[in-house]
């Protein structure tokens, strides 16, 4: 009778519950098992040697209680700009319900701009998951240095939504050679320019 959760009438022999019942506490998880022993008194009140037992099986049945949660409430990640579509980034992501069956199933969604340059999987999800995270496009530092977005886990229940942070920034990598600003300078000067005047600025 782990923490007295149950507690026996000694003349009615009513068995009620005494405190909160909890599935998801693992003491609860599997069910009570509670042994009770009938004894018989003596003409002077005193318990004989009359005894009888028998036992009570309980079972606590889950009810949907619980929203998915990601193991923590921000992730970030640096990776090289070229880095490979398919590479999967070192995020290390855990969702969880902790309901059983049915009431553990949700779906897990990744959100902001620029959020299909990446592809999460599983996304269907029943009881508990690693959320990998991979480059879905050639990405490239010059334009999109940094991304930022909202990683949501939500069950068919309203309310019941998991939320985490997700930021990646990307490496600067050298993969760019020099370039003009033009690919032709082309200008007049008058004969009597004079020496020193700035007649163009190469960039
Ligand atoms: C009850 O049990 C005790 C201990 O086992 C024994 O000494 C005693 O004789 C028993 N009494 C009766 C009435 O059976
Ligand atoms: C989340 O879970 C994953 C997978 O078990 C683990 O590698 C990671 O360290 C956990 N993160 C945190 C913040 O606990
Ligand atoms: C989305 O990201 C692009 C590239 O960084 C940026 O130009 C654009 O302004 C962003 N849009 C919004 C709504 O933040
Ligand atoms: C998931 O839940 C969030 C927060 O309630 C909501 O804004 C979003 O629209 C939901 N996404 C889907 C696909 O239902
Ligand atoms: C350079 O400019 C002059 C005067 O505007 C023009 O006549 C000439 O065709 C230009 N040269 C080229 C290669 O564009
Ligand atoms: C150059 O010649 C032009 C045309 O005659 C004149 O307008 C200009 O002032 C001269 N510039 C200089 C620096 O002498």
Same mark, same amino acid.
């Given at each position: 009778?782990?923490?007295?959760?149950?507690?026996?009438?000694?003349?009615?022999?009513?068995?009620?519950?005494?405190?909160?019942?909890?599935?998801?506490?693992?003491?609860?998880?599997?069910?009570?098992?509670?042994?009770?022993?009938?004894?018989?008194?003596?003409?002077?009140?005193?318990?004989?040697?009359?005894?009888?037992?028998?036992?009570?099986?309980?079972?606590?049945?889950?009810?949907?209680?619980?929203?998915?949660?990601?193991?923590?409430?921000?992730?970030?990640?640096?990776?090289?700009?070229?880095?490979?579509?398919?590479?999967?980034?070192?995020?290390?992501?855990? =969702?969880?319900? *902790?309901?059983?069956?049915?009431? +553990?199933? $949700? !779906?897990?969604?990744? @959100? %902001?701009?620029?959020?299909?340059?990446?592809?999460?999987?599983?996304?269907?999800?029943?009881?508990?998951?690693?959320?990998?995270?991979?480059?879905?496009?050639?990405?490239?530092?010059?334009?999109?240095?940094?991304?930022?977005?909202?990683?949501?886990?939500?069950?068919?229940?309203?309310?019941?939504?998991?939320?985490?942070?997700?930021?990646?920034?990307?490496?600067?990598?050298?993969?760019?050679?020099? =370039?003009?600003? *033009?690919?032709?300078?082309?200008? +007049?000067? $008058? !004969?009597?320019?004079? @020496? %020193?005047?700035?007649?163009?600025?190469?960039?």
């Amino acid at each position: 009778n782990t923490n007295s959760i149950f507690a026996l009438d000694y003349i009615s022999g009513a068995l009620t519950l005494n405190g909160p019942l909890d599935r998801e506490n693992p003491f609860y998880s599997a069910g009570f098992i509670l042994t009770v022993k009938g004894t018989e008194l003596n003409d002077d009140r005193t318990p004989s040697n009359a005894t009888v037992t028998t036992t009570f099986n309980i079972l606590v049945i889950d009810i949907n209680d619980n929203a998915p949660e990601f193991n923590s409430s921000e992730y970030s990640v640096a990776i090289p700009e070229l880095a490979q579509v398919g590479f999967a980034l070192p995020l290390f992501i855990q =969702v969880q319900d *902790k309901d059983e069956g049915p009431n +553990s199933i $949700f !779906e897990v969604y990744l @959100v %902001g701009n620029n959020s299909n340059h990446f592809i999460i999987s599983p996304t269907s999800i029943q009881g508990k998951a690693d959320i990998r995270v991979r480059v879905a496009v050639p990405l490239d530092f010059e334009t999109i240095p940094r991304y930022e977005f909202s990683l949501f886990a939500n069950e068919s229940v309203p309310d019941h939504v998991g939320f985490a942070r997700v930021k990646i920034n990307l490496i600067n990598e050298n993969d760019n050679r020099p =370039v003009f600003s *033009k690919v032709l300078y082309n200008i +007049s000067l $008058f !004969e009597n320019t004079t @020496v %020193g005047t700035t007649v163009l600025q190469v960039h």
